[in-house]
């Protein structure tokens, strides 16, 4: 895929992140997940993001599914605080993670947009 300048920047620095804390296969866990993240979130939002708390939001993330990578399928919703989460946001996360049923992602968004909830994209 190809990012413009400003996203190509935000991936460089956050892998070298995720190289200085992490194992080589770790760093390059966390750098596809990022890559995933980006394609699905408006540049208005990842811009909008402090670079520690995107940084948390995927690590947060990776922890999550790595630790329950048994399920078929994780749901988490909560309010990041920086104490318990390593990140902050202003905004109510839902996270999902599931094999290969990309209807479920889908029939949550329409969900979430029948009762007017705003997604990043």
Same mark, same amino acid.
């Given at each position: ?10 991936? /460089?620095?956050?892998? *070298? ?13 966390? /750098?596809?997940?990022?890559?995933? @993240? +980006?394609?699905?979130? *408006? /540049?208005?939002?990842?811009? *909008?993001?402090?670079? #520690? !708390? #995107?940084?948390?939001?995927? &690590?947060?993330?990776?922890? @999550? +599914?790595?630790?329950?990578? !048994?399920?078929?399928? #994780? &749901?988490? $919703? ?9 990140? &902050?946001?202003?905004?109510? $996360?839902?996270?999902? %993670?599931? @094999? !290969? *049923?990309?209807?479920? &992602? !889908? ?5 979430? %947009?029948?009762?007017?909830? $705003?997604?990043?994209?």
């Amino acid at each position: 895929m190809h990012y413009n300048e400003r996203t190509q920047a935000l991936i /460089e620095k956050l892998t *070298s992140m995720f190289k200085d804390k992490f194992s080589v296969q770790n760093a390059k866990d966390l /750098e596809s997940l990022l890559k995933a @993240y +980006i394609r699905v979130i *408006s /540049e208005k939002e990842l811009y *909008s993001r402090e670079l #520690l !708390d #995107l940084y948390g939001s995927i &690590v947060s993330f990776w922890k @999550y +599914i790595y630790k329950n990578s !048994d399920n078929d399928l #994780l &749901v988490r $919703v909560y309010n990041p605080v920086y104490e318990q989460n390593g990140w &902050v946001s202003h905004h109510t $996360v839902i996270e999902m %993670s599931c @094999y !290969d *049923s990309p209807f479920i &992602v !889908d029939s949550l968004m329409m969900l979430m %947009s029948s009762i007017g909830i $705003v997604t990043g994209k």
